[in-house]
C-alpha cells in the first residue's frame, strides 16, 4: 500500500534506512549494541534523517493534512466569533447542565497532555533509554494541547473579556476584595499557567542544542539567523553540558510532581462539590491515571501517522510502540480498576443519590455514551495483553482511535451525566449539543493539529542530541568489543 | 579575551579519555571539550565539580512557596477576611495547592535563568566554535597552547596518539 507521504520528492531516504522495518529482533534491548534504534546509525547519520523534513520541501500528505487542520482553526475562530457575538447560550446548556461540551473539551486536552510530560520527566528519571525518540513530540503535544484546554475555560465564561478577574492581579482594582483562593477553579488557574511554563521552559531547553546543531548545518540566510537566535550561542561545551544535564534533571524532578498535581487539580473542581457522580474521594489518583492513559493513546496516533509519513522507522521502532502499548495496558487497568470501584462505592454506601446517579450512568438515556467509554477504556486495551497486538501497527491505531474517542466520553459522561439528573427530580434535563459544541470541539482538534503538522515541519520532532548519544555510544561499544567487528542491522 | 588554543578533533567519542587522562598527567590545562552530546565520563576525566544550580532552585523553590502562603494569608486573612461557605479566614489546607504551584514556577524559572546566566547563553549571542560540526557529529579536545615548544610537540603527541583526526593550533574567545 502507498502512503501519502510527508516528505516531497527530494526527501528520499538513504539504501540503508529502507533495511529497518517494523519486524523486532529479538528480546529486548539490554546492551549498547542492541540498542532502541535500528541498524547502527553513526551520530552524522542521525543529524542527517532527523533533520531530512526540515531541509526538503514538504510532500503532497503535509499539505493535504495542513489544509484540512487549517479548516478546523477557521472553523474555530468562526463558532468562537459567534459565541462571542451571541453569548454562551449558543451552546446546549441549560439550568440543570451548566457545564457540558466545553467542559469535557477542557479536561479531555489537559489529559492529553499528561503523556508528554510523564515521557520527558518521570521516563528520565527512571532512566528509561526508550524515551529519546519520542520525549519531544510529546512534549509538543502537550504544549499544544494545554493550549486548546485553556480555551475552553475562558470562552466558557459568558465575558470572556473579564477572564484577567481571576488573577491577583497588582494594584487591585477591586479594593482590598481579593479572589477567593480556596477554590478549585482558582487553583486551576495556578495549576495549568505553571504546568504551561514549565513545560515550555522545559521543551524549550531540550531543544536548543539542536537549534545549534542545525544553525551549523544551515546555510547563511534567514533559517540560520532564526536558528542562531534560537540558539542562544550554544557550542557544544562540555562544562556546559554538565551543568545543563544537571539543570535537564531537577527540572524533570519538578515537573513530575507538577504533572501529578495538575490533574489532581482540576479533578478536585469535581470531587470538591456535593454531586452524585462527582462527590468521590478517588478522582484526583483516577483522573491522572485517565489522563496518562489518554495522553498515550494520542501518542500512539500521532506517532504511528508521523513515523511511517516522516519515515523514521529506524528511530521510533516496533520496540517503541509496544512499550507504550504497555503503559497503556498499566493506566487502562488503573482506570478500569476506578470505574469498578465507582460502582462498588455506590453500591456500598448505600446512599440513594450515588446509587441512582450509577444505574442511571450505566442504563439511563446516555448509556450509550458509557458503553462507549467502557469499550474504549476497559475492552480495547485488553487486546494488548497479547504480545503480538502490541507489536501490529494496524491494531495499535485502532486501540489509541478507541482510547481517544473513550477518554473523550468518559470526561462527557462524568460531567454531564452527573449534571442531567441531580438531587431535585424538577431540575432534570437532557443536554443536546449544539452547532458551536460540536464546532469548537472540531476547531479545536483542527489548532491541534495545525501546531503539530507545523512543529514537524519546522523544529527537529525527535530530540537528535539525545539519539546521537545512543549512537554514539552504540559506535564507541562496537569499535571496543572484538567480537563485533560488523555491526548487525538489528531488522534485517 | 582572545586565548591561543590547541584544538584536537575526534570523530568519536572513544578518543576522548585516551587523550584528556595522558594530557592532565603531563600538567597540559584542558580548556574544555565540544562534543554533540554530553559524554557522561568527561565529567570525573575532566575533573569537573558538581554544579551549584540545584541551590538555586532550593532558595527560589522556597522563596515561592513563603511568597504564595504569605500572599493568600495575606488577603483571604488580613485585607479581607470574606466567609465563603463558613470557612475559616486561615484556610491553609486550601492555599497548599496554589503554595506549591508557585513553589514549582519559583524553582524552575530560577534554575534555568540560572543555568543561562552562569553558561553564558542569551538571545542574539553568536556562537564560537573551536571547529566546525561539534554541534552536529564531531568531538574536540580543546588545550590552553602550552608555552614552550618542548611542552607544545609533547601535546601534540599525546593527541595524535590518542587518535585525533586533526590537530590545530586556534585563536579565539572560546
Redesign the interface.
Known sequence: MSFPTFLGKSGTLPLDLAASSDAAPSGEPDSPSESWIDGSP???DV?DDVARPLETRPGRGWWICLACAVAGVVLLVGMIGYLFASGIGVFGLNNGVGWAVAITNFVFWIGIGHAGTLISAILLLFRQEWRTSINRSAEAMTIFAVMCAAMFPIIHLGRPWDAFFIL?YVPNQR??????????L??DV??I??YF??SL??WY?GL??DL??L???ADQGLKKAVF????????????????????SL??AG??T??VL?VHS?VS?DFATSVLPGWHTTIFPPYFVAGAIYSGFGMVLTLLIITRKTMHLERYITARHLEAIAKVLLLTGSMVSYAYATEFFGAWYAGNLYEKFHFLTRATGPYAWCFLLMVLGNVIAPQVLWLKSARRSVPVLFVVSLLVNVGMWFERFVIIVVSLHRSFLPSTWTMFRPTVADLGILAGSFGLFFTCFLLFIRYLPMIAM??V??IA??N??HL??SPAAGKPEVASA | MRRRFLVATFLDEGGLAKAILPARKERLRIHDVYAPYPVHALDSLMGIGKTRLPLVTLVAGACGLVFALAFQFYGAVLDWPLNVGGKPDNSTLAFIPIAFELTVLFGALATVAAFFLRARLYPGKREVLPTRGVTEHLFAVVLRRPETPVLLRRAREIMENAGAASVEELEAEL
Open positions: 553513526s551520530p552524522r543529524g491577583p479594593g482590598p476584595l481579593w479572589i477567593n483562593f480556596r477554590s478549585p482558582v487553583w495556578f495549576a499557567s505553571t511554563t514549565v521552559v522545559f531547553l536548543i542544542p545549534a546543531a544553525r551549523d548545518r542562531r537566535a534560537l540558539s542562544l550561542g550554544w557550542n557544544g561545551s562540555h562544562r556546559t553540558w554538565s551543568r545543563y544535564e544537571r539543570v531537577v527540572l519538578l515537573a510532581p507538577l498535581s487539580i478536585m542530541w539525545e546521537k548519544a554514539g555510544r559506535a564507541a569499535a571496543s
